[in-house]
Nanobody
Framework: EVQLVESGGGLVQPGGSLRLSCAASGFTFSRYGMSWVRQAPGKGLEWVSGINSGGDSTSYGDSVKGRFTISRDNAKNTLYLQMNSLKPEDTAVYYC??????????????WGQGTQVTVSS
């Protein structure tokens, strides 16, 4: 059974940083692209970032480019999202998602339960 468990969310002041983690199990993590997707209150899903299976190719949404960094540790079956210079508009539930194949823009077939990030003073 595929499981994706996010952690690291919380309340942070504008300009602050957080690092999200996603512990993966139930599949061969190193073979699949992974993504982070978020949903702000009252809004639809927004793709944030993707990374390929090997971790050497990444892509970011325009709203987070230059502030967020996606990475992975295939030895630990863990996906990360380092978020810097956070803004109130980054407030959302952040979901870890497994790709259908190895690329960084792979369609998603499994989702985690999400972790709340709130940026507020």
């Amino acid at each position: 059974e595929v499981q994706l468990v996010e952690s690291g969310g919380g309340l942070v002041q504008p300009g602050g940083s957080l690092r999200l983690s996603c512990a993966a199990s139930g599949f061969t993590f190193s073979r699949y692209g992974m993504s982070w997707v978020r949903q702000a209150p009252g809004k639809g899903l927004e793709w944030v970032s993707g990374i390929n299976s090997g971790g050497d190719s990444t892509s970011y949404g325009d709203s987070v480019k230059g502030r967020f960094t996606i990475s992975r540790d295939n030895a630990k079956n863990t996906l990360y999202l380092q978020m810097n210079s956070l803004k109130p508009e980054d407030t959302a539930v952040y979901y870890c998602a497994k790709g259908f194949w190895s690329g960084y823009l792979s369609p998603i077939d499994y989702w985690g339960q999400g972790t709340q990030v709130t940026v507020s003073s």
